[in-house]
């Protein structure tokens, strides 16, 4: 018989012991892990909740109707500070998406983090060519981001984070499996989404253009009795020859009774045949060929430079950013001063020259550009919109009111620009360019959602220190937190001792 007291004994109870710790550490730390995973609370306590979601996207992600994937592709160890701040202002933001939406069985959201250079193979399966995006994809649907669509910028310096805003519009729409479509018009020597050429071709912009969820099809308005119902917006890029009155009527019945929206880039010297159709929503175009002598408005090659815009949905991203338009040659567009103000019509330039520039009327003649009044269009006549510029970039809406009711019905929308080369392939790499004419899409197509979602400000810390307070600094962490540590030791070993 083995003595209670005996060596051997005493070691089995100390290493039962010891096994019945184990058991029940593993135990409370599996009950914890439980309770965690199916009973948890999340708490955010960070002064601008910038961990927490909206109610309003909340549910959005409830009735997402099918799987989400978004791809980003920044990285943390970028050596851009801006985009690695992005990196982490998105990365906190996205895990509470894939959280949030866990209750939706069929609309789960993955986020997937990718580097284009080291997984080119995966980088092509999403057809994705660039870093420093964030791709919202959804069954044949995709949208991609850049980093600025998630900051709104005043003075070039990020003064907000609307990242909520921003994902929550890009889930929505590409979660709506009716893909919007435009059409742009051929049969007047108009330049060709499918065309690769430079000068005349626009496969760059349709490449654009489908990346972020849009059907393009090209219409030939001679060949078809009307607009085709599907039609989200139609496009008219440099016209060679003018639209014959049949052709006008159809655009005309399109904006009108359908609530169209039109984008026309209009090209100087070529005949567009769409002068009684754009007087009829508040729109002169003139003939005439703009020339801006003032400093830095015009390139040894003639191209016109306009950096000064009037705050629209088209436009604010360039006022942000103060991008500036580079254009080839261009005429003046301008409000038509004799335009009925009533019928819910509201026509704002956006883009606008310097107020050295002018309009040549003779333009067609062999003879050095000079500006002669009275025969020459320059904006200083009274009451003319806006005072001492030339407008470039114009665009019209009408809103419908409803006798008897309390609202407003939207009407049609319309966007000219007194150029045609604007979106040409070697021309819509220029990041000005292809933000206003992706602008003005977005606004065409009643793209600018905007949500009852708060934007998180941006703040920021500035540690200002003397040299003598960096050398006490200094000084405190090499010698009194060591200090500190060496002290303690030795009350432990004194009272060890003792």
Not at 93 to 121: F, Q
């Amino acid at each position: 018989m083995v003595s209670p007291d005996s060596f051997r004994t005493a070691r089995w109870i100390r290493t039962l012991n010891l096994v019945l710790q184990a058991i029940l550490f593993l135990t409370l730390f599996g009950g914890l892990n439980y309770l965690a995973r199916n009973h948890s609370w999340r708490f955010d306590l960070t002064h601008q909740h910038r961990y927490s979601l909206s109610a309003e996207t909340k549910a959005y992600l409830g009735n997402l109707p099918q799987p989400t994937r978004i791809v980003v592709t920044l990285t943390s160890d970028t050596e851009n500070p801006a985009n690695a701040q992005a990196f982490r202002d998105l990365s906190g933001l996205l895990r509470e998406y894939t959280y949030a939406s866990e209750g939706n069985p069929t609309g789960r959201i993955t986020v997937e983090y990718l580097d284009v250079y080291k997984n080119r193979r995966k980088a092509e399966e999403y057809a994705i060519e660039s870093p420093d995006v964030v791709v919202v994809i959804s069954g044949a649907n995709r949208k991609a981001l850049t980093v600025d669509d998630f900051y709104r910028v005043r003075d070039r310096q990020r003064e907000a984070f609307q990242g909520e805003q921003t994902l929550t519009a890009a889930l929505l729409e590409v979660s709506n499996q009716v893909r919007k479509k435009i059409y742009f018009l051929t049969g007047h020597g108009e330049l060709n989404p499918d065309d690769v050429d430079p000068v005349h071709g626009l496969s760059a912009l349709k490449d654009q253009l489908r990346v972020r969820n849009f059907d393009i099809d090209r219409l030939d308005l001679a060949g078809n009795a009307k607009i085709p119902a599907d039609a989200a917006l139609i496009v008219a890029v440099s016209p060679q020859a003018a639209y014959t009155p049949p052709e006008q009527e159809l655009l005309r019945q399109y904006l009108s009774a359908g609530a169209g929206r039109f984008i026309a880039l209009l090209a100087p010297a070529q005949p567009h045949g769409l002068a009684s159709l754009l007087l009829d929503w508040g729109v002169l175009v003139d003939d005439d060929l703009v020339y801006d002598p003032g400093p830095g408005t015009m390139t040894e090659e003639g191209d016109l430079i306009l950096g000064q815009f009037a705050p629209h949905p088209i436009t604010q991203t360039l006022i942000d950013y103060q991008m500036p338009l580079r254009i080839g040659q261009a005429r003046s567009v301008r409000p038509d001063p004799g335009r009925k103000l009533a019928g819910g019509l509201t026509v704002s330039t956006l883009a606008v020259t310097s107020t050295t520039a002018w309009g040549e009327v003779s333009y067609r003649l062999q003879r050095a550009p000079e500006y002669n009044p009275g025969y020459d269009i320059r904006n200083d006549r009274p009451g003319l919109e806006p005072a001492d510029h030339l407008g470039i970039v114009i665009a019209s809406e009408r809103v419908n009111v409803r006798a008897g009711l309390d609202f407003s019905v939207r009407g049609g929308r319309l966007v000219v620009f007194g150029t045609g080369d604007l979106i040409a392939n070697n021309r819509i790499a220029l990041p000005g360019n292809l933000d206003i004419f992706l602008s003005a899409v977005n606004w065409a197509v009643n793209n600018e959602q905007q949500f009852n979602i708060p934007v998180r400000p941006i703040e920021r810390f500035q540690l200002s220190l003397s040299a003598g307070e960096l050398s006490r600094l200094r000084s405190a962490l090499l010698l009194a937190l060591p200090g500190a540590a060496l002290v303690l030791g030795l009350i432990v070993y004194w009272t060890r001792r003792r």
